[in-house]
């Protein structure tokens, strides 16, 4: 498992990589930042957009790659757990992000009412996605449905910030990158 793991987080940095520049400028790393990656499996994308921040937390909901994330970035800290619960305090966030994770949330409507939740006040969302035009097909997402146990929600960038606004984020921006897009969102 932690090989695949591994072959699979470095597959995704690799194509990924512009994107996570652009995500780097997004978030402004700086010692006084407390960040939280919701998805960010063992935390090889993390570790390239957040390095800089005083406190980043990855949450992720398979345990073997919290474990694996453990033991290969020492300085991130991990926590198992789901974004429709996330197991922080109010305003615990100067940061919350998702990098290509959010498709797979099963209740999108409460993973943004709790990343609301935990972020200060003026704290910043900031949803990576791949495009719905960029998704798998009816095979694949049946597949990639049956690996994760879960469904496959794919939103464009007007019907996600759409959603953050209902949920009370403000100041919502869509921008494409490389390979996904970005919406950004204030608190």
């Known amino acids: 498992m932690s090989l695949a793991v591994r072959v699979q987080e470095w ?3 690799r194509k990924r990589a512009q994107d996570l520049v652009t995500l780097r400028g997004l978030v402004g790393p700086s010692s006084e ?3 939280l990656d919701i998805g960010g499996g063992a935390g090889a994308a993390t570790e390239r957009f957040a390095t800089g921040c005083g406190e980043i937390v990855v949450l992720e909901p398979d345990r073997r790659k919290v474990v694996l994330g453990r033991t290969l970035r020492p300085t991130i800290r991990f926590e198992e757990g789901h ?3 996330l197991p922080f305090p109010d305003g615990s966030f100067d940061r919350v992000v998702s990098v290509v994770a959010f498709h797979h949330i099963e209740d999108q409507d409460k993973a943004l009412a709790e990343m609301r939740r935990v972020l200060r006040p003026d704290g910043r969302l900031v949803v990576v996605e791949m495009a719905k035009s960029h998704a798998p097909g009816t ?3 049946s597949l990639g449905g049956l690996r994760h146990s879960e469904h496959l ?3 464009d960038p007007v019907e996600l910030a759409a959603k953050m606004m209902a949920h009370g984020f ?3 921006s869509a921008q494409e990158g490389e390979r996904s897009y ?3 969102a204030s608190r």
Do not use: G, K, P, Q
């Open 170 to 172: 403000r100041t919502t």
């Open 83 to 85: 974004a429709e619960s």
């Open 182 to 184: 970005f919406v950004r």
């Open 153 to 155: 929600t794919f939103l």
């Open 139 to 141: 095979v694949a997402r």
């Open 33 to 35: 930042v407390r960040l």
């Open 11 to 13: 597959m995704s940095v």
